[in-house]
């Protein structure tokens, strides 16, 4: 089992930046791949961006050049860069560790005003 808890969230200006991270509770050199999910009001969640154990990312289309996932194995933590915000990426943001089961942190909310 795996606890994450989310920090960074906050409110932006259109096309500013911010970085969120996520702390795990144990190694994550061992975690199959660890993500970050966001779900607006209304909407369902989806995949913002992925890193597995072996480095390799993935990324939503919506965010797709203006995010970056990264890892820092010997801090057991995740960063998201968001940079050139949109409104429309105003969400709560979910850290994602995926090995048997998906383990979820509370979320932290992300606002981006136009």
């Known amino acids: 089992q795996v606890q994450l808890v989310e920090s960074g969230g906050g409110l932006v200006q259109a096309g500013g930046s911010l970085r969120l991270s996520c702390a795990a509770s144990?190694?994550?050199?061992?975690?199959?791949?660890m993500g970050w999910y966001r779900q607006a009001p209304g909407k369902q969640r989806e995949l913002v961006a992925l890193i597995t154990s072996g480095g390799s990312t993935n990324y939503g289309d919506a965010v797709k050049g203006r995010f970056t996932i990264s890892r820092d194995d010997a801090k057991n933590t995740v960063y998201l860069q968001m940079n050139s915000l949109k409104p429309e990426d105003t969400a709560v943001y979910y850290c994602?560790?995926?090995?048997?089961?998906?383990?979820w942190g509370q979320g932290t909310q992300v606002t981006v005003s136009s």
């Open positions: 994602n560790a995926r090995e048997v089961l998906n383990f």
């Open positions: 144990k190694n994550i050199f061992s975690i199959n791949a």
